[in-house]
Structure formats: C-alpha cells, structure tokens
C-alpha cells in the first residue's frame, strides 16, 4: 500500500469516529443560529444516528427495515423507536408556547408542538412543512380551515339587533358595519354593529380548537365528539354576546334584574369597572394578558399598557384593533386567548390519553361556563 493510500485510509477511520462521536449527546447549531440539539437535549441520540451497521447494509445493498434491530440512517427515534429507541423529552422554553420543530427548540420540522410542563408535546402533524410565525405569534399548519356543517348550525341564530338596519361607519373600523334599531325587553336604541358571519366565527373557533390538545385531538378519531366540543365554544360565544360586535350605541340585555339597555364602546362596554369585556367572545383583560404572558410577554406590562380597571383607551383599541385583523382571518387572537385560558382546565380535569371522548366534551364545556 502507498504512502498516499494509508493516508486516505486512516482519514476515513477518523471521519468515521467522529461521525459516531458526534451523534451520542453533541450540540450543534440549527439554521438561522436557533440551537439544533442532537443527545439528551433532543432526540436521545437516535435521530439520523450513524452506526457501523448502518454503512455496511448501504454498502451492500440491503436497505434498512424497521424492526430489524439496527437503528439506520434512514431511521429515527420518531420514525422507528423499535431500532432506535424511544425519543427523549424536547425541552421548551415557555409552557403555553406553540412551536414548529426547528424553530428555536428542538423536534421535526413538520410537527407543531405545544410546551407543556417545559418538555414539548405533539399538538398537530402538519403533514408536511410546519408554518412558522412572526415573534409573538404561535407557528401553526398550513392549509383550509374546514367549519363543520354542525358548527355552522349552532352559530347561525341571526342576532337579535339586526331588525331595522342600514349601513354606516365607524371610526377606525374599515369594513361594512350597520347601524340597526331594535326593541328588546320593551326598550327601543340603536347600535352601529360589526357582526362576523356565521363561517367566520367558525373559523376563529377550529383555529382556536388547536389551543385546546385534548379536543384537537378528538378530530378524526372521534368526529363527532370533537364537532360537540366544538359546538360547546360557539354556544358560550353565543350566550356572551349573540355574535353581535357593538361598534357603538346600545346592547339590551336581561342579566337576572330586568332589561338595561348598555352602552357599548370599540366592542366593550362603557362606562364599566372590573369586568369591561370585550366581545365577541367575552374576553377579559386578565385571559388576554395571561395569553399573552404565554406566548412570552410581561403579564404585568400588558396589563399596565391596557389598563386594570375601567373602560380604558387603550382597552378599547385592543378590542376594536383585534377585531380588524380577525375579520378577514381565520384565526382570532381573542378566541385563541379565550382557549388558552380554557385549557388550563381542560388540561388538569383530561391528561393525557386519560379521558375518553365524551368526558372531554365535557371538561370543554365546564371550561367554556357550560
């Protein structure tokens, strides 16, 4: 043998020892700089592994099977945890997050997981690329939200208002609004209104499903469950405000002493104290800055810049600003803020694979005041 042919030949034994090195337990960096952990900080050491093995079945031909024993390169902890072992918890950053694998913490690229006890758990197979958000903003899949036929008939009451309406508009609303005059309760008033249509609502609430596992995780294996919970989110929404966004002017309701016509503000109440709720769906400030605390923001400095108490200024932009961007969307912030507050419960009443289908209905109802 050659001086020149001994020099390649312990070249590739030394590639071939660090490549085996590498993959029990380094860390190396992901695209973009976000860490890409490889061992214990990811994927146990298993994922895209190179053994001995591995090299001799491609050399000769015989391509990898699951179940043979030999964890491949084709294979992963995910793919085949019979060769290569079960994968070891993905830590997360922030509990309540919703991440792509890939984008700043580990896991598959086409998986959306949401961090839980600070490990990530499998939310959603994207089925392909999981889309990933601008800061702030949960990553979520691509694709056509589907609103059930079931959903649609739940939310598809007219609301109560819209009796004797014409257009109008509204400052800082940029889209259709009406101005309706109604009698409700023996009292006549006029409202400028905002109602989304009974799709989009429908929309807003399967996105917002996605914030709620235990459910989302009805969806296909158990159809008609998942619709039911589904349908549980949309009565509360109706039973809070009858799909119905006041721009300005007066909502009539009953709330057990008889009918007050209440004035309305951006989408909340006015004047108002503690509760101050913003509609369609009824959030509270506190729901929406925990959301937002979720997703990695000050609880404390949302809630100083919305104010604690009161109709504020700046509560009512949040309001009426969420309302604009959700109105040709298929996504709410709102509902999703709403959900997430809702999980908590749902959560702690159904872990994990413990609850069958109907009993996390029923956790979704309790959650939703149901």
């Known amino acids: 043998m050659t001086q020149t042919a001994l020099a390649l030949s312990a070249l590739l034994v030394l590639s071939l020892t660090a490549a085996c090195s590498d993959s029990k ?10 860490p890409a952990t490889v061992g214990a900080g990811g994927d146990g050491g298993n994922r895209g592994s190179v053994t001995s093995s591995s090299i001799a079945s491609t050399a000769t031909g015989v391509s990898a099977a699951c179940g043979d024993g030999t964890c491949a390169a084709t294979e992963t902890c995910e793919s085949c945890p019979a060769d290569c072992g079960a994968c070891a918890p993905i830590p997360c950053p922030k509990n309540g997050g919703i991440f792509c694998g890939g984008n700043g913490v580990g896991g598959d690229p086409s998986i959306l997981y949401v961090c839980k006890n600070d490990v990530l758990e499998v939310l959603q197979d994207c089925q392909g690329a999981c889309q990933q958000m601008p800061l702030g903003t949960p990553d979520q899949c691509p694709g056509a939200i589907v609103v059930p036929a079931s959903l649609i008939d739940v939310l598809n009451a007219k609301p109560y208002v819209e009796q004797s309406c014409v257009p109008t508009t509204y400052k800082n609303w940029p889209y259709s609004a009406q101005a309706c005059t109604y009698t409700s309760g023996g009292i006549t008033t006029t409202v400028k209104v905002a109602n989304p249509s009974p799709d989009r609502v429908g929309r807003w609430i399967v996105d917002a499903a996605t914030y709620i596992p235990a459910l989302q995780a009805l969806k296909g294996s158990a159809q008609s469950a998942y619709e039911s919970g589904l349908g549980a989110i949309g009565l509360a929404m109706l039973y809070q405000s009858s799909r119905i966004f006041a721009l300005e002017g007066g909502i009539i309701e009953d709330m057990g002493g008889g009918y007050v016509n209440y004035q ?35 609880y404390d400095a949302c809630i100083a810049k919305v104010g604690a108490a009161n109709h504020t200024p700046a ?17 709410n912030e709102h509902f999703r803020a709403k959900a997430y507050t809702a999980n908590k419960s749902v959560a702690a009443a159904c872990p994990p694979g413990q609850c069958s289908p109907s009993a996390v209905v029923a956790a979704v109802k309790s959650a939703y005041g149901l």
Do not use: K, M
């Not at 509560?315 to 996504?331: F, I, K, M, R, Y």
């Open 315 to 331: 509560w009512g932009a949040e309001c009426l600003s969420n309302h604009v961007a959700a109105w040709t969307s298929d996504a």
């Open 25 to 34: 337990g380094t860390t190396s960096s992901g695209a973009g700089g976000h």
């Open 264 to 298: 309305f503000e951006d989408g909340v109440s006015q004047p108002c104290t503690t509760g101050c709720y913003c509609r369609i769906n009824s959030l509270h400030r506190t729901e929406w800055c925990g959301y937002r605390a979720g997703l990695g923001e000050s």
